[in-house]
């Protein structure tokens, strides 16, 4: 037996749509509310430029466990195929990893907002499976290192 949705306590799931022969209907995943003004402050673009789908999949990747989100789950999250979900970000000139991107980069400048965080755990939280990647991208964003940003919460 398939899951149609999922809980935020619930690990993702690999979604499928199928036909009620009594009714004719399709039974879909919940589509996500989309918060157009976290967009915004993410992407620094007008959220009307981006296309619904493109919304959808930022929208995932702000609010859900980045460890476990995966392109091919993201799909299947909003009914559609992988290739599908390629092609409908191609044409706003993206792809899912620099959305994945845009979307740590946001994470991390909100959660270092707040409080200081040791990387190691800054890098599980934004489902980096290496510290060094972690840290890599975090120059890459700020152009300093984190062990520098570290010693002005200090």
Not at 99 to 119: F, I
Request: positive net charge.
């Amino acid at each position: 037996m398939t899951q149609l949705y999922h809980s935020p306590t619930t690990p993702l799931t690999r979604h499928y749509s199928r036909s009620l022969p009594s009714r004719g209907m399709t039974i879909r995943p919940p589509v996500p509310e989309v918060d157009y003004l976290q967009i915004e402050e993410a992407t620094r673009r007008d959220p009307k430029s981006l296309s619904k789908t493109t919304a959808k999949v930022l929208h995932l990747l702000l609010t859900q466990d980045l460890s476990r989100l995966r392109s091919d789950s993201i799909a299947d999250e909003l009914g559609m195929s992988p290739t599908t979900l390629r092609r409908r970000l191609r044409a706003d000139q993206l792809n899912y990893q620099a959305l994945l991107d845009l979307a740590r980069q946001y994470r991390c400048e909100k959660r270092l907002a707040k409080t200081w965080v040791p990387g190691k755990t800054l890098a599980w939280d934004l489902g980096y499976a290496e510290v060094n990647s972690f840290y890599r991208a975090f120059k890459r964003w700020t152009g300093s290192n984190y062990s520098d940003v570290k010693l002005s919460y200090i």
